[in-house]
């Protein structure tokens, strides 16, 4: 079935680190892919998207490509904050009515200053 | 509304109990979705609504668990005969008519001791 992998966390940085968070998928059909963030104490909030191969979702400094080759969707940060510390979740939307998102189980990141 | 709204936030209850969690979608959303994110996981998937219509409830776990929106808005979801593996966060979120990017709301952490 349709399903989304993320690597292991918790992943903890100095600020101004580079960040990478892994995410790989496995579509029976054709994909929407996303990346939401949870802040401590706050609800699920879309991060970043990407609706067809080639593109590249971007939003607060972060960026993630869509990789169908490589069926992918990493998302990176050139300079993480100590705001920046949650749990990533990537997800992904078959683009056609009548699903839902399927998540990752999260990666949560920690900034240290 | 501005934003999903879901009620209770915190709810504690004992095993065998019944339980009720109210969603409100954004204003004009037509789609609605339930998840259960337990500690540490990503959310899953419980069940759709398009309008008043359940349209795909597979991610319902068994049959103490039921939902209903009678008038294409507001959202309650119905547990049964509460478990201890019940216990989780519960979130709701809404979309467009077609759109792939959900609203989430904050939650109702459901505790069953």
């Known amino acids: 079935g349709d399903s989304v992998t993320q690597m292991e966390g918790p992943v903890t940085l100095s600020e101004e680190a580079f960040l990478t968070i892994n995410c790989t998928y496995t579509a029976t059909g054709y994909p929407s892919l996303f990346w939401y963030v949870q802040y401590p104490g706050e609800g699920l909030q879309l991060l970043l998207k990407a609706t067809k191969a080639d593109d590249k979702g971007s939003n607060k400094g972060f960026e993630a490509t869509y990789r169908k080759e490589t069926t992918s969707f990493h998302l990176e940060k050139g300079s993480v904050q100590v705001s920046d510390s949650a749990v990533y979740f990537c997800?992904?939307?078959?683009?056609?009515?009548?699903?839902?998102?399927?998540f990752g189980k999260g990666t949560t990141l920690s900034v240290s200053s | 509304g501005a934003g999903v709204s879901q009620t209770p936030s915190n709810k504690v209850t004992e095993k065998g109990k019944y339980v009720e969690l109210r969603c409100d979608p954004i204003s004009g959303h037509t789609a609605l979705y339930w998840y259960r994110q337990s500690l540490g996981q990503g959310p899953e998937f419980l069940i759709y609504f398009q309008g008043t219509g359940a349209a795909d409830d597979s991610g319902l776990p068994n049959d103490r668990f039921f939902a209903v929106r009678p008038e294409g808005s507001v959202s309650t979801l119905k547990i049964q005969r509460t478990e201890r593996g019940d216990s989780a966060v519960y979130l709701c979120a809404s979309s467009w008519d077609g759109a792939n990017v959900l609203t989430f709301g904050a939650g109702s952490r459901l505790t069953v001791l």
């Open positions: 997800a992904l939307i078959l683009n056609q009515a009548g699903t839902a998102l399927i």
